[in-house]
């Protein structure tokens, strides 16, 4: 194994069929606990009837850790503000809206792309470095067909460092900060629907 690629051993007699079309999700389990990556099916060979399985790794191998919320792949941008802490007030007790949105006084915004997310937090990728424990803004848009609109939540970094294969842009994993069950459900309903389209 490698930091691009994995070579998987089947001793089995039935092979393993594997389509170079679809992106696996491997669970790999360690003394320390479960990791999870994407991964390609690039080549297999067989050898004294064993089957060997070359696998290019795609994603960040991450560890699993013991959730309320189940994550989902989600492969989407979106923009955000870091927030200064005398805003966090602001975010809170006023309602963001297109016609009010000035009150956040921030100087400049950010994207990012998400890569999970859940009904507790998510996960997502950028250039700009964030450090935890910081707040930001972000605008999601869950574009669901019955829903359009920009769904601003509230959140706190929880983990931040830079990708390992991918120096140039850094893993950010965020938690909701104040969310409403109204928003709650609304990017609960989001992942299902994204869940539903991927199924067909």
Avoid at 85 to 96: A, C, G, N
């Amino acid at each position: 194994m490698s930091s691009s690629e994995i070579l998987l051993y089947n001793g089995i007699d039935t092979r393993v069929m594997l389509n170079k079309q679809e992106c696996y999700i491997l669970e790999l389990y360690a003394t320390d606990g479960v990791y999870r990556c994407s991964a390609y099916f690039t080549s297999e060979f067989i050898e004294n009837s064993e089957q060997y399985i070359m696998l290019e790794i795609v994603s960040p191998l991450h560890r699993i850790q013991r959730r309320r919320h189940q994550r989902y792949l989600c492969h989407k941008h979106f923009f955000y503000y870091v927030l200064q802490d005398s805003q966090i007030r602001d975010i809170i007790t006023r309602e963001y809206t297109n016609e009010n949105k000035d009150f956040l006084n921030t100087p400049q915004m950010f994207q990012g792309t998400i890569i999970d997310m859940s009904g507790g937090g998510m996960r997502f990728t950028t250039k700009n470095k964030i450090k935890s424990g910081r707040n930001i803004f972000c605008l999601l848009n869950l574009d669901d067909k019955e829903n359009k609109d920009e769904s601003p939540v509230l959140c706190r970094v929880v983990y931040s460092d830079r990708l390992a294969n991918d120096k140039d842009n850094y893993d950010i994993r965020v938690k909701y900060v104040d969310i409403t069950e109204e928003q709650r459900k609304k990017i609960i309903k989001y992942i299902f629907w994204l869940e539903r389209k991927r199924m067909e």
